[in-house]
């Protein structure tokens, strides 16, 4: 079964290098990566450059943000599986992907995972985001599972549709509630970790993003008619507080 790895990413040149070796180092033979670079203006294009024999497809072209070329990179995609790493993350170590792999049954469309989340190297380890603490109903005050811990055959994307690029910071949160709260695909939830993320992605970037996601979270949720309100979705972080070693 090929699996198709996405890493989009955009003036990257700190942490790039560290997301790619993570994916090489797999032991899983049948893996196709697609790198999709926003035109960066860094040292990002010549990191790519050193490992592009070893990457299936490359693009490096100006996009309309994260989730558009992470659009690009599903479009690409021939795997039967999918998975989404961030241009700051790594896999947990090299077994993951054989791993999720050996979990994907035939009844199975999409795999969650563990999340943890590190601060400067990744053995200081200061979240844990546990998908099986993770309840639908959750999805009405904007909790979602981990998103780069979420496995998800191709064949969803072709049925329900990719990102909405509507939704500037919480596209991955419309993208998870329309499969697994709407669609109600048959998600299998691991206690298992399958990528480590650092800390400070787009999502942690001040008072003002957080306000801005919360509102698309509610957004989302009314696309979908599900019942919410902007201040039920601040009660999220209560639940997070649970998150912190």
Known sequence: MKVSIITVCYNSARTLQDTIESVL????????YILVDGGSTDETPAIID???SR????????DQGLYDAMNKGIALATGQIIGILNSD??????????DIVAAMDEHTEAICSDVHIFNNNKENVVRKYRCTRWKPWMFRIGHQ???PGFFVRKNCYERFGVFDLQ?????DFEL?????????????????TSVLMRSGGSSQQGIKAIS???????????????FSAVPLIWCKYLLKVFQWV
Not at 55 to 62: F, G, L
Not at 167 to 171: D, G
Not at 183 to 188: A, D, G, L, V
Not at 212 to 226: F, G, I, P, S, T
């Open 25 to 32: 180092a797999q032991t899983y033979a049948d893996i196709e």
């Open 89 to 98: 993350d790594l896999l947990a170590h090299d077994g993951v992907i054989a």
């Open 50 to 52: 050193r490992y592009r």
């Open 145 to 147: 599972p981990p998103h």
């Open 167 to 171: 939704f500037k910071r919480a596209a």
């Open 212 to 226: 801005e996601a919360n509102r698309e979270d509610h957004l989302a949720l009314r696309k979908h008619r599900y």
């Open 55 to 62: 990457i299936a497809r490359v693009v490096s072209e100006p």
């Open 176 to 192: 998870l509630l329309r499969f697994i709260g709407v669609h109600k695909i048959n998600t299998k939830f691991l206690s298992y």
